[in-house]
């Protein structure tokens, strides 16, 4: 095996936790385990820090209220319980720790009118941003598809109002108006997560594009007509919602 070869297995055993447990990795025997095992925790502590810092970063802000930061989960036990199957940047990782720091955080916001919108808004992000980066496009020509991991959230308050503003110097928690919000949650092909607010046509769209309608099958199904949907479908490739898959 070329030495190149070696740094992808050493790479991968840090960031992919079963693989580091399996016969293929084991069986090499390239490093010493324990060594091996410390700095993979300590380098996915330090992954998920700045994930949670990034995404939660809302809740960062708020925690003079709560009482709460969420990267305090990094050193309770739940997250070390997940140390053994994480995969770092996979999405179901994700999701365990991003589903931590939620719970962690959202009794301490009761007081926040919208907080449970917030960590559904901040969970969202981390979802989305965490799976695999590398997808192509065949181009209009074909058939399109919502992209994996693509998510609508259907909110009780209209949260971009107030996210700026929580950012921001403040005395009293920022309020959020309490009317119905619908936004997108995509990630581009280079990693960029995007939230956009989304129409009946944008959610049409995402929730009927499956790879397998043709453009007009689409326009039908979703109720619009050609060039609204081809204006729709411009705007959801570029913050990455949708793709053009090959077709058959």
Known sequence: MSDRGVQDLVIRALADAPFRDSAEWRGRDLADPDRVERFARFLARHFYFERIVHFFKYSRALARVTGRYPEAILRRPGFDALLPTAVLGGRETARAVAGLVVEYVRDAGRAVRYHIDLLRYQEAMMLVEAGPRAWTSSGTGAAPETVEGTLLLELDYDLPVVLPKLLQPWT????????????LVARSRHGRVAVARADEAVASVVQLADGTKTLDDLARAAGLRPAELAATLQDLTEIGAVRFSTGS
């Not at 009293?172 to 936004?183: I, K, S, T």
Request: glycine letters at 0%.
């Open 172 to 183: 009293l928690v920022p309020e959020a108006p309490r009317r119905a919000a619908r936004l």
